[in-house]
């Protein structure tokens, strides 16, 4: 199936690699959200940037619980996000991935 994200690693590694991308997703109250968020450190400010980067806690989320943690561009701070709550990803050419859950 083209166009379809079905692992949160993989989920992790398109945010990674665009400049930035569209999310929509159901926050925790149920309400639907769409987020333009980063993980590209040259659109994070300096002040935002995470002190130290620890790897083995990023991964244990993801594996665990496959919550990702994202820069929010519009609201200026990091969210937390879980892959079984994201409907569709879209990165900067307008390319929608839909998250297809197991």
Known sequence: ??????KAIDFLEKIRSEDFV???????DGTERIMKCT????KIPKSDQ??????????????NSSVIHVYDLEKKGW???????????????????SIKRK
């Open 1 to 6: 199936m083209a166009n379809v994200i079905d």
């Open 22 to 28: 569209k999310l929509k997703f159901t926050k925790a």
């Open 39 to 42: 993980l590209n450190f040259d």
């Open 50 to 63: 995470p002190k130290k980067i620890d790897l083995p806690k990023i991964l244990k989320l993801i594996n």
């Open 79 to 97: 969210r937390s996000i879980k892959f079984d709550r994201v409907e569709w990803l879209e990165d900067a050419e307008n390319v929608r991935y």
